[in-house]
Nanobody, 123 residues
Framework: HVQLEESGGGSVQAGGSLILSCAAS????????MGWFRQAPGKEREGVAR?????????YYDDSVKGRFAVSLDKAENTLLLQMTGLKRDDTATYYC????????????????WGQGTQVTVS
């Protein structure tokens, strides 16, 4: 069983920056996929970015955050980071961290492990 704990959310003005962190603990396979999802009030949850640890790292970003967000993984610490810059009001949402041995399953929003979420508010 994997536990995920997000931190780093908060309130920021448009154009500002935040860094989200997700610490993973428990039984983690040697190769896995981690990602960030977000859900705004009244909207469906959407994938933001993911990173696949398969020896080397492969990343994917939703078009809405390309060039503004950067996902990275500290494998030694099993910590996922999301550096968010140029924040827009549309980025306001609860951000969730997810982990799954399968990137395909994670991309579908069906990851086996999820964090509780951290709120990001852009005004």
């Amino acid at each position: 069983h994997v536990q995920l704990e997000e931190s780093g959310g908060g309130s920021v003005q448009a154009g500002g920056s935040l860094i989200l962190s997700c610490a993973a603990s428990g039984y983690i396979t040697s190769r896995y996929c981690m990602g960030w999802f977000r859900q705004a009030p009244g909207k469906e949850r959407e994938g933001v970015a993911r990173i696949w640890n398969r020896g080397s790292y492969w990343t994917y970003y939703d078009d809405s955050v390309k060039g503004r967000f950067a996902v990275s993984l500290d494998k030694a610490e099993n910590t996922l980071l999301l550096q968010m810059t140029g924040l827009k009001r549309d980025d306001t949402a609860t951000y969730y961290c997810a982990l799954d041995p399968s990137c395909e399953r994670l991309a579908l929003g069906a990851a086996t492990s999820w964090g509780q979420g951290t709120q990001v508010t852009v005004s």
